[in-house]
């Protein structure tokens, strides 16, 4: 197994009661997977992506990645395991507006020990096959939406994550746009890339082989 919740539950404290955000999630994800989170707003899809991506805590149960105990960890090994193993991509992209293309996309390689000309031959690579070369010195308000997720994905990328998080990536996309995103994602996970996606489209969905929804934090079909 690439990862493994066991017995999570996530709450928050809101005038002396118990709120649950994750009720009882139980979840096994083999390495190579490609599944579809989906659930009314509200039921705990975020949070759970967030979870899973090491974004944020949680309050009882257990989760390993990779057979490590993500519960356990140091804030620092925390870190280290997400750097070396994780890409999360966002509904409104999350890119660095006074950055360009090309330094949006260096970004995660300036935390980790890569010399300068390699990070010029990753950065390339993407650029290659993302077909956004020539965008490279543009900045994020200069691209249409469908290109700033192209970025959002080529950073999540960068650092040949074993893992994808994508919280509805195409959330904000014409119909097109979102097509595009999803034969990315379809052909990455031919390559070998496990994807976890939030979605709220049946068709985004049935890109990957596997639906969980969520119901109320909890998990009501699999
Ligand atoms: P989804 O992504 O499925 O729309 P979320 O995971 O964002 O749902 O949120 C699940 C529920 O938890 C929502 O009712 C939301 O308002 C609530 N929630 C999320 N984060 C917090 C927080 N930090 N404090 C209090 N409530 C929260
Ligand atoms: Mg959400």
Redesign the pocket.
């Known amino acids: 197994m690439l990862l493994e919740l066991k017995n999570v539950f996530k709450w ?1 404290n ?1 005038g002396g009661n118990r ?1 649950f ?2 009720k009882d999630i139980n979840l096994q994800i083999a390495q190579g997977s490609f599944v579809s989170v989906m ?12 979870i899973l991506g090491m974004l944020d805590t949680f309050d009882e149960g257990e989760y390993f990645f990779n057979e490590q105990p993500v519960h356990q960890l140091k804030e620092k090994f925390r870190s280290r395991l997400f750097k070396e193993n994780i890409g999360f991509v966002f509904q409104a992209y999350h890119l660095i507006d006074e950055l360009t293309v090309y330094e949006n996309i260096e970004t995660p390689l300036l935390y980790k020990k890569v010399s300068s000309s390699e990070r010029k031959a990753l950065v390339s690579d993407m650029l290659d096959r993302f077909n956004i070369v020539g965008k490279k010195d543009l900045f994020p308000s200069q691209l249409s939406g469908g290109q700033q997720q192209l970025v959002g994905v080529a950073r999540a990328l960068i650092g040949k994550p074993k893992l994808l998080l994508a ?2 990536p195409t959330g904000n996309l014409n119909s097109k746009q979102g097509e595009e995103i999803m034969e990315v994602f379809k052909r990455l996970n031919q390559e070998g890339v496990t994807i976890i996606q ?1 979605t709220h489209s049946e068709k985004n969905a049935e890109y990957g082989s596997q639906i969980i929804e ?1 119901l109320d ?1 909890r998990i009501i079909s699999r």
Request: aromatic share 0%.
């Open positions: 928050v809101s709120v955000l994750l659930g009314p707003s509200g039921s705990g899809k975020s949070t759970l992506l967030n919280d509805e939030v969520l934090g």
